[in-house]
Each structure stands twice: as structure tokens, then as C-alpha cells.
């Protein structure tokens, strides 16, 4: 089983930053890829950044500019520096790891627990 925790979700003002970070245990061979989605109230989750192993990203168009998404390779840990936030950005956020637990394995998606990220004054 391959294991996610997030952190670092909690109440910021409008303008103000918080950085996530997700950490990837558990029996991996291979992380593909490693993401981060969100979903507000009453709307569906969307994929809002992401990063392969060879360290290529993208992002949603609603975060680009404002959000930058990195990796920690030796700690199969991702972060989402999240800047200049705005109130549509309140939702929870969750992160997501395409990765397989040994050689013959394939790459099946593995999601954490999710955190909460509240943009308000």
C-alpha cells in the first residue's frame, strides 16, 4: 500500500500564502506522477497542479502565476506553495501520486486524506 499525508491546509487571509506538503510511505517501487487537486462545496475536484518524475509541470489555468508545485525527490514528498490566494481558492485540497509498489506492477493512483485550505477575512 502506498500511504499520502498532506499537511499545512488551515485559515489564511485574503492575499496571504500557505505551503502544503505531501509525503508518499509505504511499499513504492515508482512514483510517476504526483498532484494536487481541490474541491469546494457543492463543485466537482479538479486538478489544479502537477509534477512527473522527471520534474515536468502544469497547472490549472485558475492557479497559474500564484501557485508553484515542487518535489523532494529522497522524501517522496511534494509541496504546493500556494501565493497571492483568493477566496475561490477555500476548498479541500488533496493530494495524488500515480505510482506503482514493484517492477511489474503499473501505475494506479493513490490519494491522501485531504486538508482543508479556508481563504478568508
Known amino acids: 500500500q502506498v500511504l499520502l499525508v498532506e499537511s499545512g491546509g488551515g485559515l489564511v487571509q485574503p492575499g496571504g500564502s500557505l505551503r502544503l506538503s505531501c509525503a508518499a510511505s509505504g511499499t513504492i517501487f515508482r512514483i510517476a506522477t504526483m498532484g494536487w487537486y481541490r474541491q469546494a462545496p457543492g463543485k466537482e475536484r479538479e486538478l489544479i497542479a502537477a509534477?512527473?518524475?522527471?520534474?515536468?509541470?502544469n497547472y490549472a489555468d485558475s492557479v497559474k502565476g500564484r501557485f508553484t508545485i515542487s518535489k523532494d525527490n529522497a522524501k517522496d514528498t511534494v509541496y504546493l506553495q500556494m501565493n497571492s490566494l483568493k477566496r475561490e481558492d477555500t476548498a479541500v485540497y488533496f493530494c495524488n501520486a500515480q505510482a506503482r509498489r514493484y517492477l511489474l506492477d503499473y501505475d494506479r493512483p493513490y490519494w491522501g486524506q485531504g486538508t482543508q485550505v479556508t481563504v478568508s477575512s
Open positions: 509534477i512527473t518524475s522527471d520534474g515536468s509541470t
